[in-house]
């Protein structure tokens, strides 16, 4: 019963099985830095707020590095008896400097002690993650940029649409992961406010300085309300949330790399380093980084489900069940880093096959619409000659012929407004320059784009 710092009413030990059960120690045991980093800037409010003396606060720091020393050489053992990361190392710290170590938890409890914990372990991952994003957008933008020339087939439901630059698609995907990255700085600043001093649910009667705290560990601020302070995890379903809509991004790119690799679409190549190949099938070269980023984007999406089931129906102040809240946190975060870590260097080394795209560009008819805005621009309503243009396809499809192969007399066979200066409208290059406006896929337009978000990863 003496290992228990808790066990002073209990007259019986804890089930064997019990113990196991209930302890956290086997995963929340990677918060051990930020335990004993939270410990020591409240052992130092302490003394400096006269609730224990000078000398035995810095006992205590001292024993508390210690112990860090200890971990981080491998040499502390983890116990599950002890059953999480704040009881093992006070337990510990008792061990070290003897009962003087009992203090350190004056005007704390586990339960603000853990939100804090966590709140400075996820700042840091948030911190990581902004920079991995960042790196797969610069990747992103050095492929687009050494291929502004490359035209390839815009899709919607999957077939030819228009032709586009291959630049104009990657910046696509720059703008999604923007998007993510600001709501990552966004939550960091909800995260990033100090729980500690919250107590167990309704504060303490010492006379504690936690905005002294806060700034010793890099706060902003401090939690308004005791009991929401201990008891809500919205910042870690919130991140749950980013990962989620950041994993759909990357599910979705994941998806087109799988296609364009594939011999039916042959637009790109993948790295041998990031492929594998098959047991029976010599030949075969399977594309599985890209998907396993979109099979774990599930586990992501669980991820955040299980952490809002969780919380829903559970009343003020903190429940035994939001010990749940770390697996599944815990695991987004080491797939988050896990799928940005390989992805950008995937996307870098990725070789482009620009005659692919440029064949698959011209077919399907994917200048048609530069017709009728030709029509358009000679008078025409939209709508005449959008249906001018549709007779014109299906005669194409009728006589086995492209748009660009077919003669002034075909073309006025369907509307007397074509004139011999229709062929300038109807190339790959024509189409997609002719789109010069702000978000366009004309080069000078790709150009503007790439030069303005290189500025922005700069200033961000």
Same mark, same amino acid.
């Given at each position: 019963m003496s290992d228990k710092l808790w066990a002073g009413r209990f007259t019986q030990p804890t089930d064997a099985f019990v113990e196991e059960f209930t302890a956290s120690i086997q995963f929340d045991q990677r918060l051990y830095r930020y335990d004993i980093q939270g410990s020591i800037a409240h052992?130092?409010? /302490?003394?400096?707020? +006269?609730?224990?003396?000078?000398?035995?606060? @810095?006992?205590?720091?001292?024993?508390?590095?210690?112990? /860090?020393?200890?971990? @981080?050489? +491998?040499?502390?053992t983890f116990r599950i008896d002890r059953e999480d990361i704040h009881m093992n190392v006070e337990a510990r710290l008792i061990e070290k400097i003897g009962p003087v170590g009992g203090k350190l938890h004056t005007a704390r409890s586990r339960n !603000?002690? =853990?939100?804090?914990?966590?709140?400075?372990? #996820? *700042? !840091?991952?948030?911190?990581?993650?902004?920079?991995?994003?960042?790196?797969?957008?610069?990747a992103l933008l050095d492929q687009a940029e050494a291929n502004l020339d490359v035209i390839m087939p815009g899709f919607t439901h999957l077939q030819t649409a228009q032709p586009i630059?291959?630049?104009?698609?990657?910046?696509?995907?720059?703008?999604?992961?923007?998007?993510d990255a600001g709501r990552l700085c966004d939550l960091r600043k909800r995260l990033n406010v100090l729980p500690l001093g919250a107590g167990a649910l309704a504060g303490t009667t010492f006379p504690i300085d936690r905005e002294w705290v806060a700034a010793q560990l890099g706060f902003e601020g401090v939690t308004r309300n005791s009991l929401d302070s201990v008891s809500d995890r919205d910042f870690a379903i919130e991140f749950c949330s980013f990962a989620g809509i950041l994993m759909m991004h990357l599910s979705r790119f994941s998806e087109e790399l799988i296609l364009w690799s594939s011999a039916d679409f042959a637009f790109i190549e993948l790295s041998d380093s990031f492929c594998t190949g098959s047991s029976i099938m010599p030949q075969k070269k399977n594309p599985d980084v890209p998907e396993l980023v979109r099979g774990k984007t599930g586990r992501v999406y669980g991820n955040l489900m299980s952490l809002l089931t969780l919380m829903k129906s559970l009343p003020l102040a903190y429940n035994k069940d939001m010990q749940e809240d770390k697996e599944p946190l815990f695991d987004t975060l !080491?797939?988050? *880093?896990g799928c940005l870590k390989v992805f950008a260097?995937? &996307?870098?080394?990725?070789?482009?096959?620009? $005659?692919?795209?440029? /064949?698959?560009?011209?077919r399907g008819f994917s200048t048609?619409?530069?017709?009728? !805005?030709? #029509? =358009?621009?000679? +008078?025409?309503?939209?709508?005449?000659?959008?249906? =001018?243009? +549709?007779?014109? %396809? *299906?005669?194409?499809? $009728?006589?086995?012929?492209?748009?660009?192969?077919?003669?002034?007399?075909?073309?006025?066979?369907f509307s007397t407004d074509i004139d011999a200066d229709i062929f300038g409208y109807v190339t790959l290059e024509a189409s997609v320059n002719a789109r010069k406006a702000t978000g366009g896929t004309a080069r %000078?337009? =790709? $150009?503007? @784009? &790439?030069?303005?978000?290189?500025?922005?990863?700069?200033?961000?």
């Open positions: 052992c130092r409010m /302490l003394a400096r707020q +006269g609730i224990i003396a000078g000398d035995e606060a @810095e006992t205590i720091v001292a024993g508390l590095s210690d112990i /860090l020393a200890e971990i @981080e050489r +491998g040499e502390f !603000d002690q =853990v939100a804090l914990d966590v709140r400075l372990y #996820l *700042r !840091d991952e948030v911190d990581a993650i902004a920079t991995a994003i960042t790196q797969l957008q610069s630059l291959f630049a104009h698609h990657l910046l696509a995907y720059v703008e999604m992961l923007g998007r !080491d797939t988050v *880093r260097p995937m &996307i870098a080394g990725m070789t482009i096959r620009p $005659e692919r795209m440029r /064949l698959a560009a011209g048609a619409t530069d017709i009728a !805005d030709y #029509l =358009v621009r000679k +008078g025409l309503p939209f709508r005449n000659a959008h249906e =001018v243009v +549709g007779k014109t %396809v *299906r005669y194409c499809i $009728e006589n086995a012929k492209d748009i660009p192969d077919l003669t002034l007399d075909e073309f006025r066979a %000078v337009a =790709v $150009e503007r @784009e &790439i030069s303005l978000a290189r500025q922005t990863l700069k200033d961000n």
